[in-house]
């Protein structure tokens, strides 16, 4: 839920007098909350103590009783400016000093007006429209020769995380990555957020979609059923994948193998290393994975279950593909792109086994979408786990385990 | 030896109502004010032993009798008031000239930040007391505290009719506090009992409070104070100091007494 929020000061001998005290509880009474920063704490009893408050709440019109309410006990407002806007000098050029984003919630000042920043990511910059009072991240390559684009750092702010309300794995901010930690309680904690999500959806409440970013690696390792399961279920709504993991979930639907490996049999078949080569090769005639499932060429697996549960697929390439499959975006700017406009509406992001998937997917997604990163390596859950959010949980633990668990918890019976 | 400025009650009335004592229809009997003013004069100069300074009186000013709301005086430097209320506000130029004429060093406030001198800012040596929200402005006294280098303890006054700080609470010489809980909130009796022990917060009931029991003249031992507040008195008493009780209804038509009426220059 976004908030209204005001900076104000307070300062005088206001520790013993205990009118901080009574500032910050009459805040909480009014029903808003607050930051204390900046706290300078006088050294003699002669010296006055300073205290800069960022006082939160739910509507501009309860900020502006709180502030009302607060002011006759000596805070003032802190008095601020309209943030900078500098024009873009080119098509794909930010300004000098172009603000950089980050992933955490942000505003920015127009016309003495705090204006919610839309579509937040890091590294992105903000174009303002200034006539509109509207601001929206832009990427780099896609900024326009004369944007108005936000430089420096005045008239931006930027609003930390309120800890989550619900007492599981999400709302602690331990970022437990270990190999060596169970892992039972957080995946039954994944579980519980994931039958949540799925009743949201079902009654079409925003921020309920769930998004799995995933390699190769389910398939290889025997995750496929499982994630079959959850996305038959509808606990999984969009897909990131490159090339690979359709095309190893396909080969096991046609070959009973992926890269090679015999499923059934256990060990390497002869000739396997084609089958995937031969898998894509077929659905590039059939034209479509949609088509190769819906004509009932391709049955079982991952891909299958997306058409027929119509989860969004977006497949991203590079440049090891073989291939590559109908649907695999080869221009990573337009992948970026494609990945970027299906954010909207994630309530929670499996980041699954795809170093490649998993850092590209958080550095999308904004601070405020829990986000759960599983890898045998781990490097992985590390870099993304470390976001400085309180809701980045990171698993060192095989991705077809994680799966296969996390699809009991909610009533897979294999 | 302990100087204080006054101010004749010639042109003493109630001429406007800005506190919830003043009514214009309760007169102030003008023989019976000059009466009671000099009878304080008397007590203060020959049983307590102050130094007074007179100001003259100006017509058309009717409280300039309270010179507690001159403004504040430390050594040699004076702070005018600025008052809250526009029929006060008048009152600003005469107290400034008479602190000027004196030779003190004159600091002015910025306008708009309202500070109405003693009657909201008093205390002990180290520590002072500065009442805000009725007629004050809190904001004033971060600044009054680094002009004069004592810590200030802001105290809300929650009661309109202790609309002062001096109304409601009086610091003795020997470090006892006279004063009147209700007229603070939960915060400022807290803070008050941080800082005074028990044994020497003398509280006052509430019906001696109504009759201004705090608005007292504390100089040494002498306590001057309203008349008609025995428990104070016994109060006093009990902790060594002498009571000069003094009758001044007719300053209470005003929602003023003792210490309203008197400025400690030094």
Same mark, same amino acid.
């Given at each position: 839920m976004m908030q209204d929020q005001e900076t104000v000061l307070l300062q005088g001998h206001i520790i013993d007098s205990l009118i901080l005290a009574k500032v910050l509880d009459t805040i909480l009474m009014m029903g808003g909350t607050f930051d204390l920063q900046d706290m300078q704490i006088g050294k003699t009893r002669e010296e006055p103590s300073r205290a800069r408050i960022i006082v939160r709440a739910s509507s501009a019109k309860l900020l502006s009783e709180i502030i009302h309410a607060i002011q006759p006990h000596g805070a003032s407002v802190e008095s601020e400016r309209d943030c900078r806007l500098s024009a873009?000098?080119? #098509?794909g050029i930010f300004p000098d000093e172009f603000y950089a984003t980050t992933h955490l919630p942000t505003q920015v000042r127009v016309h003495d007006q705090w204006v919610e920043v839309e579509g937040i990511e890091m590294d992105l910059g903000i174009r303002v429209d200034s006539v509109r009072l509207n601001a929206r991240t832009v990427p780099m390559g896609e900024v326009k020769g004369g944007d108005q684009i936000v430089a420096g750092r005045e008239g931006v702010r930027v609003i930390p995380l309120q /800890?989550?309300? #619900? /007492? #599981?794995? +999400?709302? +602690?901010?331990?970022s437990q990555v270990s190999s060596? /930690?169970?892992h039972g309680h957080v995946i039954s904690d994944i579980a519980k957020r994931l039958a949540q999500l799925r009743t949201g959806f079902r009654e079409g409440k925003a921020g309920s979609k769930v998004l799995l970013a995933g390699g190769p690696a389910i398939v290889h390792a025997g995750g496929r059923e499982a994630l079959t399961w959850l996305i038959d279920e509808t606990f999984i709504h969009v897909l990131f994948c490159g090339n690979a993991l359709p095309a190893h979930d396909m080969e096991v639907d046609l070959y009973g193998t992926s890269l090679g490996y015999g499923h059934a049999a256990g060990r390497v078949v002869p000739h396997g290393h084609e089958h995937h080569l031969r898998t894509i090769n077929r659905i590039r005639a059939i034209g479509s994975i949609e088509a190769a499932v819906r004509s009932g060429v391709i049955k079982t697996g991952i891909m299958a279950a997306c058409v027929r549960r119509g989860v969004h697929v977006v497949m991203a390439g590079t440049i090891r593909d073989d291939g590559p499959l109908p649907g695999v975006i080869t221009d990573s700017v337009e992948a970026q792109a494609t990945m970027r406009r299906a954010i909207?509406?994630?309530g929670l992001a499996l980041l699954v086994a795809s170093t490649l998937h998993a850092v590209a997917t958080g550095n999308l997604l904004p601070a405020t979408i829990p986000s759960v990163c599983v890898d045998v390596n781990p490097a992985v859950p590390t870099k993304l786990a470390d976001r400085g959010s309180f809701q980045a949980v990171g698993l060192v633990m095989d991705a077809a385990s994680f799966l296969r668990e996390l699809a009991r918890e909610l009533g897979w019976k294999p | 030896m302990s100087r204080l400025l006054v101010c004749p009650p010639d042109y003493f009335g109630i001429e406007y109502e800005i506190n919830p004592w003043m009514r214009r229809s309760n007169a102030v009997n003008s023989d019976q004010a000059v009466r009671q003013w000099r009878h304080l004069m008397e007590v203060l100069e020959q049983d307590v032993g102050a130094v007074l300074e007179r100001m003259k009186p100006v017509p058309g000013l009717p409280d300039l009798v309270f010179t507690a709301n001159a403004g504040i005086v430390v050594g040699r430097k004076a702070v005018p008031s600025r008052f809250r209320y526009p029929e006060r506000q008048r009152e600003e130029a005469y107290f400034e000239d008479w602190f000027r004429g004196q030779g003190y060093e004159v600091v002015t406030l910025d306008p708009g930040r309202f500070f109405e001198g003693a009657g909201d800012l008093l205390g002990f040596p180290d520590t002072w007391f500065g009442g805000y929200r009725q007629r004050s402005d809190i904001r004033v006294f971060p600044t009054l505290s680094d002009w004069f280098h004592r810590e200030i303890i802001p105290l809300e006054l929650v009661d309109n009719r202790f609309y002062h700080l001096d109304t409601c609470l009086c610091p003795l010489s020997g470090g006892d506090l006279l004063y009147f809980p209700p007229a603070f909130d939960r915060y400022g009796r807290e803070a008050l009992a941080e800082r005074i022990v028990p044994s020497r917060r003398l509280v006052v009931p509430e019906v001696e409070a109504l009759r201004f029991a705090c608005n007292a003249v504390c100089v040494g031992k002498h306590v001057v104070l309203p008349a008609g507040c025995p428990e104070t008195e016994a109060l006093l008493t009990s902790r060594g100091y002498l009571p000069h009780p003094v009758p001044l209804d007719e300053f209470m038509k005003s929602g003023g007494s003792a210490k309203c009426l008197t400025l400690a220059l030094d």
């Open positions: 873009a000098p080119a #098509d /800890r989550p309300r #619900d /007492r #599981d794995v +999400f709302s +602690f901010m331990e060596e /930690r169970p909207p509406g994630i | -």
